[in-house]
């Protein structure tokens, strides 16, 4: 009963804007490092922001920084993505993950795969005119 699930994707135009939402069911996201990811085909999952359980230090990979920001709501349980300014390159399916805390309930985040435990089924999020 552990999943996280996405949704907000679409088909926008360059230059316009999107939120994506991560809901989690089955555990609570305050303690756990959240993740967003994208895959393209062909392409590898890359790692695109991430935010610690702390809330205080965030990560972005360099082709969206400025452009994305990563918040997280945790009375509802709920990592959002928002994303302005898209560009083409943006096309992707976008997915949430979240790595669990240590023992001091602490996780601080990485733009990597290796640790997140659990992963949502991914939102397709298309920039195109």
């Known amino acids: 009963q552990l999943q996280l699930v996405e949704s907000g994707g679409g088909l926008v135009q360059p230059g316009g804007s999107l939120r994506l939402s991560c809901a989690a069911s089955g555990f609570t996201l305050d303690y756990y490092a959240i993740g967003w990811f994208r895959q393209a085909p062909g392409k590898e999952r890359e790692g695109v922001s991430c935010?610690?359980?702390?809330?205080?230090?965030?990560y972005y990979a360099d082709s969206v920084k400025g452009r994305f920001t990563i918040s997280r709501d945790n009375a509802k349980n709920t990592v959002y993505l928002q994303m302005n300014s898209l560009k083409p390159e943006d096309t992707a399916v976008y997915y949430c993950a979240a790595e669990p805390p240590n023992s001091l309930l602490f996780r601080l985040c990485v733009l990597k795969t290796d640790g997140y435990v659990y992963w949502g089924q991914g939102t397709q999020v298309t920039v195109s005119s």
């Open positions: 935010i610690s359980s702390s809330n205080s230090i965030t």
